[in-house]
């Protein structure tokens, strides 16, 4: 990895173009407010059931009314049960968050993609499959993970109830503005290395904290080449390296993706639209705070082994010595082991696992579940190992059963899902029990995060779940592609 | 609607240590399915100090010691991960009234300032020195000066640090965004107007 500080490094040549995140902020920003902060427009606001009711409370507590209900959109993701739908939910708080979310989103005149309409899902996974998020926008939902949309060349970033609360009532956010980092990966991807892995290599490389104050922009002819959903993988965990926002410039890849979506601009427009996506891409001379470049053929298929997203290593290496930490992280990473139950020194490849999650609005899209599906296609889950494959949204339900993906799932023993959060978060029935330690696709190995208060995740690829499943333990996708 | 002005806070604290403690470990998202924040106080820190059974572990937030602390001391990156405001509101709702560490997760050091708890920062030594500080003299008084940014122990003032506008928020006592926002109705119209996106990209 090399390391740029600043411009002053960068050569004699002056960088004084702007990056999209600035041109964006600028198109956005109504006003100083006497904090320092900039008042800033929100093109689109996404809710879902758990961050939302408290928030439409605080309006009704202060007689304020929804400004823009056109631009606010409505999903259920969280809670629901990915098993049986039936309402009313058998969890009686779920069911009572479902129907605030129903009453809130009738009385506001917002639109609700509920389970009827085939189009609910994941919040990041629709939002984009239905030609909402798009380039330029700024976008903002009650949900970390709203990062996912900044692929598509947007500022996007997740905020708090109080923040919900004031987008809803000003269709603004009072924000500090963010420094920008370019993240440049170049070379060619090995066999077996996955978006996922490449995300996971830059949290690992840059830490958990490391984007703190930043908005990461991801450069490169490793992100030029990938697709929209591979790009979302990465932009969706960007917040997992502290960066609460992560982009990518949009380019015709981004154009051709929303082309034809259900809210993409329609014919005569999408001309005139691509030409304002086209202007907020970042110049070419472009000012960063700071460029990190990684050789992106260096990369090779990434786990993690702790209890943060940071904590990982690359397949083939061997687990870190807690003395390769520095003294004010030796603490966490002992405690990493010691709830991890993982040795030093020793390899993670081997690893028996009980439960292989894939989904999530990290890996939830129809191209995960192609990837995991060329990996167990004839091919039986391990004994003793508990599949389960969450589509993120009943549109990619529908496109996998199409395909007949679903079937080869079923068929190595996977239970199929409904679209929903699942196991990623487990504010649903779909929970790790005891000690149980996972294969996950989805963006956060905290402890406890999976549902039970001691179970354990070990995040990875669609490709090295599927494997990991099939073996019933962790391997070395390489070893079987 | 009137928001008071948070200049000073005083009272005992309570050391949590540890880099990383993520959202879930403050809030576990089981107890998220409430759609008010009222009981949320109930679930801070539930799983470090709960065993399974529902036993108490050993925790500052179990420690009798500590009772009646209103400062909560931590060290790095604390509140990562989850955007959930549940975080803040379950710390706050439990007594807490201001946090000192090493350094902040971002989207959680939002949600503190639109609650109205002032986040202060100080460097590893300081932190250090303060734990053990508060570990030896659980019922001893921190001042917090927020419009000096300073903190007041053992007859010693300790210089932190603050995020500008979040200390300007909370000693002019604008850290209600909502109110300030809808003062700019016109400006949010001009911004509007100028948005291709929002006019069929003329």
Known sequence: MEIIK?????????????????????????????????????????????????AFQMLRERGLSVKHPENTFATIDHIIPTEDQQRPYKDKLAELMAESLDKNTKENNIKFFNTDSGKQGVVHIIGPELGLTQPGMTICCGDSHTSTHGAFGSISFGIGTSQVRD????????????????IEVNGELQNGVYPKDVILHI???????????????????????????????????????????????????????????????????????????????????????????????????????????????????????????????????????????????????????????????????????????????????????????????????????????????????????????????????????????????????????????????????PAMVGAAAINGKIIDIREVL | MTIKKITQISGSAIPVKGNDIDTDRIIPARYLKEITFE??????????????????????FNDEKYNGASILIVNKNFGCGSSREHAPQSIMRFGINAIIGESFAEIFAGNCTMLGIPLLIGNEEQINELMEFTINNPKENIEINIINKTIKYENKTIQLDMNPSSQNALVEGTWDSVSLMLNNEEKIEIVEKNLPYLNEFK
């Open chain 1, 167 to 182: 987008v809803l009532a000003t269709q603004c956010l009072a924000m500090t503005k963010l420094k920008v980092r370019r």
């Open chain 2, 39 to 60: 009981k949320m106080g109930n679930y801070a820190f539930h799983d470090e100090r709960f065993d399974v059974d529902e036993n108490k572990k050993i925790h500052p």
């Open chain 1, 203 to 461: 949290i690992k490389t840059l830490g958990v904290n490391g984007g703190i104050g930043y908005a990461y922009e991801f450069a490169g002819n490793v992100f030029d080449n990938m697709t929209m959903e591979e790009r979302m993988t990465v932009c969706n965990m960007s917040i997992e390296g502290g960066a609460r926002c992560g982009y990518v410039n949009p380019d015709q890849t981004t154009y051709d993706y929303i082309k034809n979506r259900e809210y993409a601009p329609k014919e005569n427009d999408f001309e005139e639209a691509v030409k304002y996506w086209k202007s907020i891409a970042s110049d070419t001379d472009a000012h960063y705070d700071d460029i990190i470049k990684i050789n992106g053929s260096e990369i090779v298929p990434t786990v993690t082994w702790g209890i943060t997203p940071g904590q990982g290593i690359g397949i083939s290496e061997n687990l870190p010595s807690i003395d390769s930490f520095k003294e004010s992280d030796k603490k966490t990473v002992e405690k990493a082991y010691e709830y991890m139950d993982l040795v030093p020194g020793e390899s993670i490849i081997g690893t028996k696992i009980d439960v292989a999650f894939i989904g999530s609005c990290t890996n939830g899209r129809i191209s995960d579940f192609r990837e995991a599906a060329k990996i167990i296609n004839g091919k039986k889950v391990a004994e003793n190992v508990r599949a389960i494959a969450v589509p993120g949204s009943q549109q990619v339900d529908k496109m996998a059963k199409e395909e007949g993906l679903d079937k080869i799932f079923i068929d190595s023993g996977f239970e199929w899902r409904k679209a929903g959060c699942s196991m990623c978060l487990a504010m649903n029935p779909d929970k790790l029990k005891g000690r149980e330690i996972s294969a996950s696709t989805s963006n956060r190995n905290f402890i406890g995060r999976q549902g039970s208060p001691t179970g354990r995740t070990i995040l990875m690829s």
């Open chain 1, 6 to 54: 600043s411009q002053h490094d960068l050569s004699d040549i002056k960088m004084t173009g702007k990056n999209l995140f600035e041109k964006v902020w600028e198109k956005h920003a109504v006003a100083e407010l006497p904090t320092g902060q900039t008042q800033l427009f929100i093109g689109l606001h996404l809710i879902h059931e758990v961050t939302s009711p408290q």
